[in-house]
């Protein structure tokens, strides 16, 4: 509820030519309990001194000569473009009432006005432009909240999927057949742990993986997650594209150099092993709280091995990978490991493009 001192705190401008009505209009407000009274006999004031103090109401004679009250309210109108116009309008001539609120006046009164009459339009039309600024910053903030909310969804899940989950669509998974998932581990981070304090380690680690992202970005890799001082990322999804071999290789390239431009300029001396593996998986949201894009099947457990089992400051490619990129990146072949529900794979390390 709008209350009563809120009311008598108001903003209000008089608009009239004659300064004996805009003498007796002060007076009657102020003598009412009106705080803020302003007055103006220059219709060419008006919209000026609004557009400055913004009134929560304009007491605005319609006959003045030079500027009416008409062409007043045409310019208030291109301020308040968006927003409740606070004119109650005052005229001795009964046909232009019509033509007045058809311009955008809230109320009016006639000339010769009483004052009680006066007081309860001006203390109705202020209690609805007032509840009408409240609801307005009430939306306003609404609106806000909303846009960081979907902005902190888009920076956990992809736009497309956002957009399909908050039109209802739930569980979300769709088969790509053909991607490369990219797993990335910090050599020693592990043991870097027990040797200095937790805040520096985990701004250490914001520093890197803040790096790995403007590089998934860049090259359209979906980062998918971190765990720990690992960092997962897929190209191929969830917009397919032929190149996603050589964009995820690129970004295995990328975070090769920049650890040893990091490694330069802050005195570390980390090593990342990264595995990469190509083809079929399935994507999407599941579950009802904390939500992430994820990734299933056969294919991103490979590529975790290509990590696991890899070499640290190498990039170990499966020779699924190793067969899209072969004619535009130098391999050398480093034999076969284990893998779990495979057996023995033969293996790539790729040293350059």
């Known amino acids: 509820m709008i209350s009563s001192s809120d009311i008598l705190n108001a903003k209000i401008l008089i608009v009239d030519d004659k300064e004996a009505n805009v003498l007796l209009l002060g007076h009657m407000l102020r003598n009412a309990g009106y705080t803020s009274v302003a007055s103006t006999t220059d219709p060419y004031l008006a919209c000026p001194l609004h557009e400055k103090n913004r009134y929560d109401l304009i007491l605005l004679d319609l006959q003045m000569p030079g500027m009416d009250g008409f062409e007043v309210m045409k310019g208030l109108t291109e301020i308040e473009k968006d927003s409740y116009l606070p004119v109650l309008v005052i005229t001795a001539q009964p046909e232009h009432k019509l033509r007045a609120l058809k311009a955008g006046a809230k109320d009016f009164v006639t000339k010769p006005f009483e004052l009680v009459e006066v007081q309860a339009r001006v203390h109705n039309l ?111 999804l969830p917009e397919e594209c032929n190149d996603h071999a050589d964009s995820a290789a690129e970004m295995a390239l990328g975070i090769q150099e920049e650890l040893v431009r990091f490694n330069s300029e802050n005195g570390t001396n980390f090593k990342v092993r990264v595995g990469l593996h190509t083809g079929p998986v399935v994507a999407g949201v599941i579950g009802r709280t904390k939500f992430s894009y994820d990734l299933w099947g056969d294919t991103a457990n490979v590529a975790s091995r290509m990590e696991s089992h890899g070499v640290a400051g190498g990039i170990q490619v499966s020779g699924t990978t190793y067969e899209r990129l072969k004619q535009k990146y130098a391999f050398e072949e480093r034999g076969s490991i284990s893998i779990k529900g495979h057996g023995e794979m033969k293996t790539y390390l790729l040293f350059r493009k």
């Open 126 to 236: 202020l209690e609805v432009r007032l509840l009408h600024l409240r609801m307005k910053g009430l939306y306003d903030r609404i609106v806000a909240e909303q846009k960081v909310s979907e902005q902190l969804l888009l920076n956990v899940l992809p736009p497309v999927i956002a957009r399909r989950l908050k039109a209802g669509e739930s569980p979300i998974a769709d088969g790509f057949p053909d991607v490369t998932v990219l797993f990335a581990d910090l050599v020693g981070f592990t043991e870097l742990s027990a040797q200095i304090p937790a805040k520096q380690l985990v701004s250490l680690l914001n520093d890197i993986f803040s790096i790995f992202d403007l590089l998934a970005q860049r090259l359209r890799l979906e980062k998918l997650k971190t765990i720990g001082d690992a960092y997962m990322a897929v190209a191929g």
